[in-house]
Structure formats: C-alpha cells, structure tokens
C-alpha cells in the first residue's frame, strides 16, 4: 500500500488507494491505525474525501482504484456551522441534511430563514457553483432528515421518481396517551378543506390514499414512542393518522388534543433510505431519537414499560 502525505489548503491529509471492495468504514478500519471512535469522529467531521469528495457515510462503498484522503487535522477550517441544519452527506449531486426544529424547508411569505437559504450561503462560501433545490418538505416544527438536489437535472430525477426512488423512510413521535396495540396500520384517504385543513375518510373522498404503519418503541400511561414508516407521503399523513388513532403527536397545535410535555411538535424524521438518482448507490441515513423525546420516558414520575 502506498501512502502519500502532503499539505494542501485543506490541511495534513493521508492519501491510500484502495485495493479492496469494502464499506468505509471498515475499510479504514483495516488500513488505519486509529479507534473506531476517532474514524467516526473524523467521518462526521466531514475529514475524509474519496477520490476528492466529501463523504460522511460509514458503509460508503469503496472500489479498487478509489483514493481516500484522511485529515490529519481536528476539523477542517471550512466545516459548515448552523444551528438550524447539520450536513449529513454530501457530494456533487445531492446534500443529505438533518433540520432542526424552527427553521422552513424553503422560503415562504415574508420569511426569510428556511433551509434552501441556509445551503445556498454554504455553496457560496464554499466556492460551489451549485444551488440547493427542494425536493421534498418538513414542517417548520419537524425535525429530521432531508435530501436537497444541487442541480436541476437530479431535482427532477428524485421529483419525478420519488416513490421508486425512496425505498424506506421512518418518523418517530411522542404521541399522547398510551397506546393500546404494538403496531398496526393506518390506511385511508387524505383531503384538505377550504380552511387548508387536512381531514381523513375511510373511504375515497376525491383526496389522496395515505398508508402508514407504525410500531411502538416505548410506553407509558401518560405518553408513548411510536415509530411510524410511510408507504405514502402525504401532507400532514402522520399528524392526522396519530390524530385518528386517538394518540395526537404532542405538541401539535393544527390536529393534537394540548398535550405539550416538550414545548415543540414531538415529529423526527428519523430513517431516510433512497437509491442514489446518479449512481444507483443505495443511500441509507438514520439519527438516533432525539434525546428530548428518550428524556419523557426516564422521568421517575413515569412508569417503565
């Protein structure tokens, strides 16, 4: 193995070819002398390129012939900062980003903090000749993981494909109330009325058929941790469905019942797994439960389940 070390703008780097098929992280693991902490760290510090991209993804696939460079700095000095979006992913063609509570997924109205904005600065102080495009949304109070294309020609391709596209996606919520069944499925359809409410009939209203299953994680006789995984994406599908089981999301002003333990909607788009639109790559993403809704249920005025 032939390992070239040198300086560039970016810092002290380790450069190594690869020989051998096998995900990143592994792979460094192998050919790295350093802990499997430090290699996440430097992962998630955005110190580690493959063949001159950026790349965060643990099980990343590597192939014969790719080089990896590794930061031998802390953190590199261009790392993007926001308190409102954390870059998950990222290279030519697409941005993966967790939102935090607070903040658009694009412009609206008067408003002027939404992601889109937030990216587009990036890509312009990182000298990226590339603009964020939406693709998908999240509520201003959801958190969670979104995608972003950086050109037009792969919006369209996630736009136009996006449910062949999108292969796993997954929320978690605290929900109100103790819920009675384990998990289960909410299907039926979705349709606004003039007051841009969205209401729910088991039968077809002329709206949008809505499918979500849910599993609960954890319980209580005051709240509950339910997972739920979309078969359909619809506008405010998991609000309404959690609304409909009798177990509103908490915090939800629009369809929940003022249950409000955390003083924000309880919503975290947690699991989001697609195939690549340009390298037909699959994308898998997952952040841990938010620690806030893990909190409600380790409080000792609360029952263990």
């Not at 592994?26 to 950026?54: C, F, H, M, P, Y």
């Not at 992913?89 to 993966?96: K, S, T």
């Not at 249950?259 to 790559?281: M, N, W």
Request: glycine letters at 6%.
């Amino acid at each position: 193995m032939k390992i070239n070390t040198g300086y560039n703008r970016e810092g002290l780097y380790d450069h190594l070819e690869v020989k051998e098929e096998a995900p990143l992280l592994e792979w460094l693991l192998s050919n790295v002398q350093s802990t499997r902490s430090k290699l996440k760290a430097t992962l998630q510090g955005r110190g580690i390129k493959v063949d001159g991209r950026t790349v965060t993804q643990f099980d990343f696939p590597l192939k014969p012939g790719m080089k990896v460079a590794i930061s031998k700095t802390k953190r590199n000095q261009n790392s993007f900062k926001s308190r409102f979006v954390k870059i998950v992913y990222e290279d030519r063609w697409l941005i993966v980003i967790e939102k935090n509570i607070g903040i658009l997924s694009m412009a609206a109205g008067h408003s002027t903090l939404n992601v889109k904005s937030v990216l587009d600065d990036y890509f312009h102080r990182s000298r990226q000749k590339c603009t964020a495009h939406v693709v998908h949304r999240l509520d201003r109070d959801t958190s969670g993981l979104m995608v972003y294309a950086k050109d037009m020609e792969t919006e369209q391709i996630l736009e136009h494909n996006w449910h062949q596209i999108v292969y796993d996606r997954r929320y978690v919520a605290v929900v109100s109330g103790e819920m009675e069944q384990d998990e289960g499925t909410v299907r039926n359809w979705l349709k606004d009325n003039k007051a841009y409410v969205t209401f729910s009939s088991p039968v077809d209203n002329g709206g949008k058929l809505a499918i979500t299953h849910f599993h609960v994680l954890q319980r209580t006789t005051e709240h509950s941790l339910v997972e739920y995984r979309l078969e359909t994406g619809r506008k405010n599908q998991i609000r309404v469905h959690s609304a409909d089981m009798g177990h509103p999301v908490c915090g939800d002003t629009k369809y929940g019942n003022g249950d409000d333990p955390l003083h924000r909607l309880c919503l975290h788009a947690r699991l989001l797994c697609f195939t690549h639109p340009v390298t037909g790559e699959p994308m898998e993403f997952e952040t841990p439960v938010p620690v806030a809704f893990r909190r409600i249920f380790q409080s000792p005025r609360y029952r263990d389940e």
